[in-house]
T-cell receptor
Framework: AQKITQTQPGMFVQEKEAVTLDCTYDTSDPSYGLFWYKQPSSGEMIFLIYQGSYDQQNATEGRYSLNFQKARKSANLVISASQLGDSAMYFCAMRAYSGTYKYIFGTGTRLKVLA | DAGVIQSPRHEVTEMGQEVTLRCKPISGHDYLFWYRQTMMRGLELLIYFNNNVPIDDSGMPEDRFSAKMPNASFSTLKIQPSEPRDSAVYFC?????????????FGQGTRLTVV
């Protein structure tokens, strides 16, 4: 069965510091994609970054990077130089083929950036 | 592109009434997903369509829920009769391709309150 696990319900980080949000996954499919979304207090879901299972390098998008450790089945999101606007809920998601191509989401991590 | 468009943004209805949520996916996207978000259960996939055909409706909670996609540019999620426990934010999302390497784009969500 496919599963996404986010074990940190909440995190605090000081402004301008880096923070790592954890995500582990489970799938038997060799081809899969991993995604991170941000949900600010306004409620919309914003796509941040993607990592493919066959990608050799870790994905980066501006201040976001994905620490992909395939053997450990982890896909942690690293936010560098945190800003107050980074305060939000963050969801890890996976898309793989196990009969269907649905996206499954973790339970999320609420990040609070402190001034 | 206008993105995924959902309507209404907010809906308050009385228990027992019929509720219809609407979604217009991004033009050209073949996949459409309906998710429900609550504090207790997080983001749950209710149903998804590929080329207007329902593929996986295993997440639909009960017979009171139904979803249709009459054409590539429109989908509805109907609850009849509605109950207070249906109160949640309902998201529609679309993606462009089969395969794990495509992110889903979310609408703004519909906040449903059943009193």
């Amino acid at each position: 069965a496919q599963k996404i696990t986010q074990t940190q319900p909440g995190m605090f980080v000081q402004e301008k510091e880096a923070v790592t949000l954890d995500c582990t996954y489970d799938t038997s499919d060799p081809s899969y994609g991993l995604f991170w979304y941000k949900q600010p207090s306004s409620g919309e879901m914003i796509f941040l970054i993607y990592q493919g299972s066959y990608d050799q390098q870790n994905a980066t998008e501006g201040r976001y990077s994905l620490n992909f450790q395939k053997a450990r089945k982890s896909a942690n999101l690293v936010i560098s130089a945190s800003q107050l606007g980074d305060s939000a809920m963050y969801f890890c998601a996976m898309r793989a083929y196990s009969g269907t191509y649905k996206y499954i989401f973790g339970t999320g991590t609420r990040l609070k950036v402190l001034a | 592109d206008a993105g995924v468009i959902q309507s209404p943004r907010h809906e308050v209805t009385e228990m027992g009434q019929e509720v219809t949520l609407r979604c217009k996916p991004i033009s050209g996207h073949d996949y459409l997903f309906w998710y429900r978000q609550t504090m207790m259960r997080g983001l749950e996939l209710l149903i998804y369509f590929n080329n207007n055909v329902p593929i996986d409706d295993s997440g639909m909670p009960e017979d009171r829920f139904s979803a249709k996609m009459p054409n590539a540019s429109f989908s509805t999620l109907k609850i009849q009769p509605s109950e207070p426990r249906d109160s949640a934010v309902y998201f529609c999302a679309s993606s462009s391709r089969t395969g794990p390497n495509t992110e889903a784009f979310f609408g703004q969500g519909t906040r449903l309150t059943v009193v």
